[in-house]
T-cell receptor
């Protein structure tokens, strides 16, 4: 069964450093998403991406965050200057069609120290 | 915006019994309701979903029911097995939206 692949599985970074989380969505999917889950809390929407542009973003997704599809297979989330409160599990997801059938990756656990 | 409430937060059942998890949503424009299973160290895995034009959907031991009027939907797992133990999340998605709103999750423990 096709999978969404995320790397790395765990990232530890110093506060103020930039991090890039990487995702390889399912190859025929056109819609891409990032979600995060702070330990013990709900899974929260960050951003959706389609046709090389952001289609929707949450209030969490401020100027410190950016997304990019640098080539035909990767989808990245960059946090420019990490804060302690950015520590969370970050999930990438993709879907073939709009509004249906999201597949999630296994996540990247980001720890900011 | 949409808000999804999920109950119970933890549920323990004996192997072979049924488990029911309930969710309510606030946005009447929501029309897609998936359920995800999350095992330790893994991402949410879609197990079943339902659109607002149907009231029930079944897939082997798993079923989902939807009451649009009351704005609630439920996951039913019959003949539970130890491998059903996981965290289960409900979610809602509004028509023309692409932002899943998740419930807080239910930790299901199936005791053998």
């Amino acid at each position: 069964e096709p999978e969404v692949t995320q790397t790395p599985s765990h990232q530890v970074t110093q506060m103020g450093q930039e991090v890039i989380l990487r995702c390889v969505p399912i190859s025929n999917h056109l819609y891409f998403y990032w979600y995060r889950q702070i330990l013990g809390q709900k899974v929260e929407f960050l951003v959706s991406f389609y046709n090389n542009e952001i289609s929707e973003k949450s209030e969490i997704f401020d100027d410190q965050f950016s997304v990019e599809r640098p080539d035909g297979s990767n989808f990245t989330l960059k946090i420019r200057s990490t804060k302690l409160e950015d520590s969370a599990m970050y999930f990438c997801a993709s879907s073939e069609t709009f509004n249906y059938g999201y597949t999630f990756g296994s996540g990247t656990r980001l720890t900011v120290v | 915006g949409e808000n999804v409430e999920q109950h119970p937060s933890t549920l323990s059942v004996q192997e072979g019994d049924s488990a029911v998890i309930k969710c309510t949503y606030s946005d009447s424009a929501s029309n897609y309701f998936p359920w995800y299973k999350q095992e330790l160290g893994k991402g949410p895995q879609l197990i079943i979903d339902i659109r607002s034009n149907v009231g029930e959907k079944k897939d082997q031991r798993i079923a989902v029911t939807l009451n649009k009027t009351a704005k609630h939907f439920s996951l039913h797992i019959t003949e539970t097995q130890p491998e059903d133990s996981a965290v289960y999340f409900c979610a809602a998605l509004r028509e023309y939206g692409n932002k899943l709103v998740f419930g807080a999750g239910t930790i299901l423990r199936v005791k053998s």
